[in-house]
């Protein structure tokens, strides 16, 4: 990874063995375009191929972890509806894939209000931390679309199928706390303690055998991946034709209209 290009909306700053990855947007709310999408995947692949990196962290720039697909991005995209939709969600496709192959370490460190893809790809991570007021919220629904980022397997798994439907089909807002409670996320922190405290401790990790880490990610995931492949699989090909119903066509385009106002 050394000499490589910071990308555009990505910080990448290196502390050892770790590499701690920032979503950089925040004048979007550190919104992920199709570009940030690739690059966010293809520095996964990097580092999991990086003997020198033992450990991905990933997290927000400012007060949010990240606001999602960066939809007006997406609409201003070259080319017809047919190829922009096939092309985001072929890098949608490989970006989840990159999450699900992560051989090391992954750590989400979820700042602030984690939404949409922001939301479904940290729970693909091995450990999260979560500020207490940081919240995960999955509007897909809301948006006339469907479950996106293995959150169609992942959702049920960690919070039972009750929570996940309410989150995946009724757009509830998870805080921290319901974070906590349901088991989503290792610890709740305060933001002040998030350099002071937590930091210190994930450096700390960096330090642990990455042989042992990789063996017992092997053993913990050896279930789970073929799932979350299929899961991927078929979230990608449901949402090719959510987006192209007239539904979500005019939820997406309500959502456009009330972000113009603002």
């Not at 979560?130 to 293995?150: I, K, N, Q, S, W």
């Amino acid at each position: 990874m050394a000499g490589a290009k910071e990308p555009a909306h990505l910080k990448l700053d290196r502390f050892g063995t770790v590499l701690r990855v920032t979503i950089n947007n925040p004048r979007k709310k550190n919104a992920l375009n199709r570009q940030a999408y690739q690059d966010l995947g293809d520095t996964l692949v990097a580092a999991n191929k990086d003997d020198s990196v033992h450990v991905v962290v990933l997290t927000g720039a400012g007060d949010f972890y990240s606001s999602g697909n960066d939809m007006v991005s997406a609409v201003a995209e070259e080319g017809s509806v047919e190829e922009k939709l096939a092309r985001g969600n072929a890098i949608l496709r490989e970006m989840v894939r990159a999450f699900i192959q992560f051989d090391k370490l992954l750590i989400a460190v979820i700042n602030g209000p984690a939404i949409g893809i922001a939301a479904t790809t940290a729970l693909l991570c091995d450990v999260v931390y979560m500020v207490d007021t940081a919240y995960f919220y999955t509007p897909f629904t809301r948006l006339g679309l469907c479950a996106e980022g293995c959150s169609s397997y992942t959702f049920p798994l960690l919070m039972g199928r009750s929570k996940a439907s309410e989150m995946l089909l009724l757009n509830h807002r998870l805080s921290a706390q319901e974070a906590l409670q349901f088991n989503v996320v290792a610890a709740v922190v305060k933001k002040d303690e998030l350099e002071t405290k937590l930091w210190p401790q994930i450096l700390e990790y960096g330090k642990l055998p990455i042989g042992s880490i990789k063996a017992t990610k092997r053993l913990t995931n050896r279930f789970q991946r073929d799932q979350l492949h299929e899961a991927n699989d078929r979230e990608t090909e449901a949402l090719m034709g959510r987006y192209q119903t007239e539904e979500s066509m005019n939820a997406v385009m309500e959502f456009m209209m009330r972000k113009s106002k603002m």
